[in-house]
Antibody, heavy 120, light 107 residues
Framework: EVQLVESGGGLVQPGGSLRLSCAAS????????MHWVRQAPGKGLEYVSA????????YYANSVKGRFTISRDNSKNTLYLQMGSLRAEDMAVYYC?????????????WGQGTLVTVSS | DIQMTQSPSSLSASVGDRVTITCRAS??????LAWYQQKPGKAPKLLLY???RLESGVPSRFSGSGSGTDYTLTISSLQPEDFATYYC?????????FGQGTKVEIK
């Protein structure tokens, strides 16, 4: 059974940093691109970042470029999102999601999400 | 970025009703469209991809259609467990983008 379990969310002050993790199991992690998608309270889904299966290629939404870093450790089956210079508008539930098996660009499995609260 | 516009933003329906949700892209996306269902406090769940292909395990009352810029999600007979928010997502170009969501509520 495919499982994605996020952790690392919490309360952080504006300007602070946080690292999210997503532990994967039930599939060959190193074969799939992975993504982060976020959802602000009461709002819709916003695409954040992606990383290729071997980690050699990454993508960032303009809203987080230069502040967030996506990475992965295929030996640990874990995806990361290092978040810096956090702003109030970064407050959201952050989901990790698996790229579809055809690598078309939709998301066939999602984690349960981890909440990031940015507040002083 | 491709803009995705869903309509309506919300709707009220009864169990057994046929429900249709529309998603319009700001440019043609060649059927590169997925639909997700999200219940409160839960992660989105993939329902359909390639505009009309049902994800494994998803009930057949869900169907999708469309082409070019205009796509629809249809629930043929609404069930109690279908009350949720539905999102479309294009994957024709990077970045993937989502519609704003359609909340399906109980009438």
């Amino acid at each position: 059974e495919v499982q994605l379990v996020e952790s690392g969310g919490g309360l952080v002050q504006p300007g602070g940093s946080l690292r999210l993790s997503c532990a994967a199991s039930g599939f060959t992690f190193s074969s799939y691109a992975m993504h982060w998608v976020r959802q602000a309270p009461g709002k819709g889904l916003e695409y954040v970042s992606a990383i290729s299966s071997n980690g050699g290629s990454t993508y960032y939404a303009n809203s987080v470029k230069g502040r967030f870093t996506i990475s992965r450790d295929n030996s640990k089956n874990t995806l990361y999102l290092q978040m810096g210079s956090l702003r109030a508008e970064d407050m959201a539930v952050y989901y990790c999601a698996r790229d579809d098996e055809y690598s078309y660009g939709f998301f066939d499995y999602w984690g349960q999400g981890t909440l990031v609260t940015v507040s002083s | 970025d491709i803009q995705m516009t869903q309509s309506p933003s919300s709707l009220s329906a009864s169990v057994g009703d046929r429900v249709t949700i529309t998603c319009r892209a700001s440019q043609g996306i060649s059927n590169s469209l997925a639909w997700y269902q999200q219940k409160p406090g839960k992660a989105p769940k993939l329902l359909l991809y390639a505009a009309s292909r049902l994800e494994s395990g998803v009930p057949s009352r869900f169907s999708g259609s469309g082409s070019g810029t205009d796509y629809t999600l249809t629930i043929s007979s609404l069930q109690p467990e279908d009350f949720a928010t539905y999102y479309c997502q294009q994957y024709y170009s990077t970045p993937p983008t989502f519609g704003q969501g359609t909340k399906v509520e109980i009438k």
